[in-house]
């Protein structure tokens, strides 16, 4: 087992009344999770469809699974069934796809929009303009947007990171006012969560100071 439980107690208490964890357990094996699990840690983030089937299936039922990953049109079927909240929506095509199968299985399924705030060209999301433009998403039932997620630069530039969490931040305020139902601002991992937490997230997403680096 290559759990820190150290580290996993003192982020506890550094997030309480702050921000949710979301533990990343990608690549790493379930008798992990379920050691963490057994410290009292219910929500964990996975980003390969397969790899999430095949944990849910083999881990408690109340655990609350989070997709973090990029996900494909042609794979939501296969965690529409049990996903707790799906992080990195970044299409409209794939927000009617996430609709169609959570109603195929009575659900309504949580959705976070995944914002494009890094400067890198590499990451997935929608930009501010593409925010304000999506319309029709008041008639996608099965679907509930409850926020945004962003990923910021890596970088060692530590005001450009900051930056870039103050813009979703304020992306996030200001879409608040229209909709309700926003409430989870997903920002911040390993290297960056205090800095995320500092600029308004409620949400962060942390792997390897948990579980160890990924091989
Ligand atoms: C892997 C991953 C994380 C966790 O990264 P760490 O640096 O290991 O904490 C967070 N968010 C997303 C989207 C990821 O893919």
């Known amino acids: 087992m290559s759990i820190n439980i150290a580290v996993y107690r003192s982020i506890i208490e550094e997030l309480e009344g702050k ?16 050691a963490m699990y057994n410290l009292g840690q219910r929500d964990f983030g996975e980003n390969y469809v397969q790899e999430l089937v095949d ?4 881990l408690p039922k109340d655990i609350q699974w989070h997709f973090i990953g990029h996900l494909q ?22 927000l009617k796809e996430i609709n169609k199968q959570a109603a195929k299985n ?25 925010l ?3 319309k029709g998403i008041d008639e996608l039932k099965n679907i509930h947007i409850v926020g945004l997620m962003g990923m910021a630069s890596f970088s060692e530039d530590e005001q450009k990171v900051r ?32 800095m995320a ?13 948990l579980f160890g680096a990924r091989i």
């Open 163 to 194: 930056n870039e969490f103050k813009q979703l931040k304020s992306i996030f305020d200001t879409l608040s006012i229209q909709h309700s139902a926003f409430s989870i601002l997903s920002m911040g991992m390993s290297g960056d969560y205090k």
């Open 19 to 34: 921000a949710t964890l979301v533990a990343v357990s990608k690549i790493k094996p379930v008798e992990d999770i379920q």
């Open 55 to 58: 944990k849910e299936a083999r």
């Open 106 to 130: 009575n659900r309504i399924i949580d959705c976070l929009l995944q914002v494009h705030i890094a400067q890198e060209e590499t990451k997935f999301g929608f930009s501010e303009n593409e």
């Open 132 to 134: 304000n433009e999506l």
């Open 197 to 209: 937490i500092e600029e308004g997230s409620n949400m962060v997403r942390i792997g390897s100071l």
């Open 73 to 94: 049109s042609n794979k939501v079927k296969y965690i529409a069934p049990f996903v707790h909240l799906i992080h990195g929506v970044d299409s409209f095509n794939l």
